[in-house]
């Protein structure tokens, strides 16, 4: 097709996209044509003249997000399909008209073949963050489909792109309603409420992507003295709260904190054995030396990008470390990493070294990850950002 705008890659730059990954850094680009600006369609070529992919131009270290490797036109048609199948994925995997269950991620991005773009479901409420300019140009086109796909179970579509468009864009997002309106909702997941606030909250609301972990969490809770550190809006602590004999939840940001409170009440009313700390996790762990015998640690992502890693996989081992030293005898560790620059290998040997500097016995009982509404797809390791792991430590 020809007046397309074109990227053309440098030789022997074509490997990755060849084996289908959706990403073209700055630095494979020889040159453009038709002088692309960001957030333009472009078509990804060879340095002979071999078609590569089409996406989504963004000057920046990720040139080029890929939406398709055939050339098309990212209509409002190619979305409609791209938004239908994730649909139709999530129906498959028993999310969509399901009554335990009314919170999950409608789209994830890469892992949806729609690099860009985020969207995460509350009970009736579709919340969507854009992470590049392509995407947040056709915002509203994308919201009109997910409200077409999603009939009868969206009633509104919220815009929460301020903070996502790279920040060196030109463009100047705003926080809205594109479609409908609608306060906090309270959602339903694995049969333990919420309250979510996607305009108060991070990211956009609630970490949906820790709801088969929270499960498990909640089936070694018995009886235990539980400490949830990193707590947010309290989704471990919930269902620890199940069965525990106390959970203590810290987190350093006090409306997070409050929200914690409040979704504890909404399940249990006001109960003794829940309490919360809004202060520093390093602060706090300073002293609960035999304190506790369950610790969740999961902290933000301590690593954006690869030159801050070996910082990062300090914090990880400094966290761990004060957490193996201090847990009561044959306690467990429910320990995670969601940075996407640190790989699983590179937060097991964090959490080794952390293990061997407190010469205590520990063993690795569980491996977590992300839950299938946030599928890895198998091109793009990067899609693959959360690790776990469960320690036993005698
Ligand atoms: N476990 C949560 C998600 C945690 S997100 C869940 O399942 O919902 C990370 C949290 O760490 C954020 O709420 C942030 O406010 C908190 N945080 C960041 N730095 C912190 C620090 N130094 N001390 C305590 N909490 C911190």
């Not at 036109?73 to 969509?96: E, H, M, N």
């Not at 179970?153 to 309106?181: C, H, Q, R, W």
């Not at 990062?312 to 990493?337: C, D, H, V, W």
């Given at each position: 097709m020809s007046g397309r705008k074109r990227v053309v890659l440098k030789s022997g730059k074509d490997q990755s996209l060849r084996r289908y990954h959706p990403w073209v850094f700055?630095?494979?680009?020889k040159k453009t044509i038709g002088n692309p600006v960001e957030g333009d369609v472009v078509d990804v070529y060879d340095n002979k003249e071999n078609f590569l992919a089409t996406g989504h131009y963004q000057?920046?270290?990720?040139a080029v997000r890929v939406l398709s490797f055939l050339q098309v036109t990212p209509d409002i048609g190619f979305f409609r399909d791209k938004i239908s199948a994730a649909v139709g994925y999530r129906r498959t995997l028993g999310l969509i008209n399901n009554p335990s269950l009314n919170v999950f991620r409608l789209i994830h991005a890469e892992g949806d073949h729609l690099p860009g773009l985020i969207v995460d479901y509350y009970n009736g409420v579709a919340v969507m963050q854009m992470h590049s300019v392509g995407m947040y140009r056709l915002r509203r086109e994308i919201a009109s489909v997910i409200a077409e796909v999603m009939k009868g179970y969206v009633t509104a579509v919220y815009d929460k792109s301020e903070a996502t468009i790279p920040y060196m864009s030109g463009v100047k997002a705003e926080n809205e309603f594109l479609i409908g309106d609608s306060e906090p909702v309270t959602v339903t997941e694995n049969g333990f409420k919420f309250t979510i606030d996607w305009v108060k909250g991070q990211k956009t609301g609630f970490y949906i992507d820790q709801r088969e972990n929270r499960r498990l969490l909640g089936a070694f809770s018995g009886g235990r003295s539980v400490l949830n550190m990193f707590g947010y809006t309290g989704g471990f602590s919930v269902y620890a709260m199940r069965d525990a004999a106390s959970v203590h939840t810290v987190d350093s940001s006090l409306p997070a904190i409050e929200m914690a409170g409040q979704n504890v009440r909404l399940n249990y009313g006001d109960d003794p054995r829940h309490k919360t700390f809004g202060v520093d996790a390093f602060d706090y762990l300073d002293n609960i030396r035999d304190k506790y015998d369950l610790i969740i640690l999961d902290p933000p992502a301590f690593a954006k990008h690869n030159n801050v890693l070996s910082n990062a996989l300090q914090g990880y081992k400094r966290l761990n470390m004060r957490a193996i030293e201090q847990i009561k005898p044959n306690g467990i560790i429910f320990t995670f990493s969601c940075s996407q620059v640190v790989s699983r290998e590179n937060f097991r040997k964090s959490v080794f070294v952390a293990a061997a500097n407190t010469g205590r016995n520990v063993r690795i009982i569980h491996q977590m990850s992300q839950p299938p509404d946030h599928p890895v797809n198998i091109y793009h390791p990067e899609s693959e950002y959360l690790k776990g792991l469960v320690l036993f430590v005698e």
């Amino acid at each position: 097709m020809s007046g397309r705008k074109r990227v053309v890659l440098k030789s022997g730059k074509d490997q990755s996209l060849r084996r289908y990954h959706p990403w073209v850094f700055s630095g494979a680009i020889k040159k453009t044509i038709g002088n692309p600006v960001e957030g333009d369609v472009v078509d990804v070529y060879d340095n002979k003249e071999n078609f590569l992919a089409t996406g989504h131009y963004q000057p920046g270290s990720i040139a080029v997000r890929v939406l398709s490797f055939l050339q098309v036109t990212p209509d409002i048609g190619f979305f409609r399909d791209k938004i239908s199948a994730a649909v139709g994925y999530r129906r498959t995997l028993g999310l969509i008209n399901n009554p335990s269950l009314n919170v999950f991620r409608l789209i994830h991005a890469e892992g949806d073949h729609l690099p860009g773009l985020i969207v995460d479901y509350y009970n009736g409420v579709a919340v969507m963050q854009m992470h590049s300019v392509g995407m947040y140009r056709l915002r509203r086109e994308i919201a009109s489909v997910i409200a077409e796909v999603m009939k009868g179970y969206v009633t509104a579509v919220y815009d929460k792109s301020e903070a996502t468009i790279p920040y060196m864009s030109g463009v100047k997002a705003e926080n809205e309603f594109l479609i409908g309106d609608s306060e906090p909702v309270t959602v339903t997941e694995n049969g333990f409420k919420f309250t979510i606030d996607w305009v108060k909250g991070q990211k956009t609301g609630f970490y949906i992507d820790q709801r088969e972990n929270r499960r498990l969490l909640g089936a070694f809770s018995g009886g235990r003295s539980v400490l949830n550190m990193f707590g947010y809006t309290g989704g471990f602590s919930v269902y620890a709260m199940r069965d525990a004999a106390s959970v203590h939840t810290v987190d350093s940001s006090l409306p997070a904190i409050e929200m914690a409170g409040q979704n504890v009440r909404l399940n249990y009313g006001d109960d003794p054995r829940h309490k919360t700390f809004g202060v520093d996790a390093f602060d706090y762990l300073d002293n609960i030396r035999d304190k506790y015998d369950l610790i969740i640690l999961d902290p933000p992502a301590f690593a954006k990008h690869n030159n801050v890693l070996s910082n990062a996989l300090q914090g990880y081992k400094r966290l761990n470390m004060r957490a193996i030293e201090q847990i009561k005898p044959n306690g467990i560790i429910f320990t995670f990493s969601c940075s996407q620059v640190v790989s699983r290998e590179n937060f097991r040997k964090s959490v080794f070294v952390a293990a061997a500097n407190t010469g205590r016995n520990v063993r690795i009982i569980h491996q977590m990850s992300q839950p299938p509404d946030h599928p890895v797809n198998i091109y793009h390791p990067e899609s693959e950002y959360l690790k776990g792991l469960v320690l036993f430590v005698e």
